[in-house]
């Protein structure tokens, strides 16, 4: 958020960040103790933060609350006293993104109790800043009309990449496919392990590498099945652990493609937010998941990578052999990619819309409290 932070400011916008649980934190976060401490710290100690910093506001200012965790928005409103504006950011869409992870019931009460919140929010924010199309029609088809709502993508801050554009690849180079980020219960694993094993068993593979610098439940599955298989070793698999700030911005710089998978029925719930920072970094976008999402649009209108449908392990290994044998088609896609993340979807670009909403609210006043309890990127 640091590029949206500093154009705003650059526009006279007072901005404050505030968070409970920084980025490096909620990475970290690997043991069952301390993963037990990031969710008491996101669902209890951040609330009680973020009411008392709603509380004790100064009259004109704005907040804009995230949906990390899915009811802050909601505590922000609660507390808000008159003349504070909350403008209401839907990283995710709740209960569904939960109903698609499999971790609730549909005929659950705290399902139940989980949407009239999300539905009272949606009703009462000043305004409803969705991530992508699709998930501002998947939250109207779940709550009706939505107020308010306009479709902001998170985008990411360019200006570490800037002078990464892609050049043509050297023979010989070994192609590097990269997943930089969390795991989690939206993501498809299993189209990637079975595509590791079927690359792991051929006699000639394609001259790639596949890095993972990451964590989540979904890491630990992948790292599981591929270890029960035997093929956890493969030369052309690293599985490792997160990286620092500093890492990660260097990893990324080295990346050809990204990695950004989405688990089927996860288009309706959200949108990979990593896929920008791999557009401004120069990485083609090698996506699994629906060809009717909002990152399958982004790709194939920005002809900035691959699609392979979730299960489709034949259109996987086919996308590889294409990174790995063309490789003007790929500096072509990674051209394009750096074009949109430098171009379009940098946090210098996309402050230009937040711009133009905040402008209509009441105060250019702003408390931000992206990215909400956790940094989740």
Known sequence: MSGLLRTLSARGFRVRQRYAIGALTYRGARTTIARAAVRLRAYLEYPLRLAWALSTSTAGEVHVVTTNPFFGPWIALLAAPRGITVVHLVYDLF???????????????????????????????????FLGDRLLRAGSAQFGSIPRAITIPVGADAAPFAANAPRGLLAGTVIDILYCGNVGNMHEVDTVVEGL???????????VSVTFHASGPGYASLRRQLSASGHDGETFVSLDEALSEADWTARMSRAHVALVTMKRGAERVVMPSKTYSALAAGQAILAICERDSDLASLVTLGDCGWLVDPGDVDALLAAIDEIASKPDVLHARRANAFRLGQEVYSEGAIATSWIALLERLPSRALSDAVPGAGALR
Not at 102 to 128: H, P, Q, Y
């Open 95 to 129: 209960p569904e993104a939960l109903l698609v992870a499999g971790m609730i019931r549909e005929d659950a009460l705290t399902t139940r109790v989980m949407r009239r919140i999300v539905r009272s929010t949606l009703r009462r924010a000043a305004a409803n800043v």
């Open 197 to 207: 094993r079927a690359l792991a068993v051929r006699r000639a593979r394609p001259n």
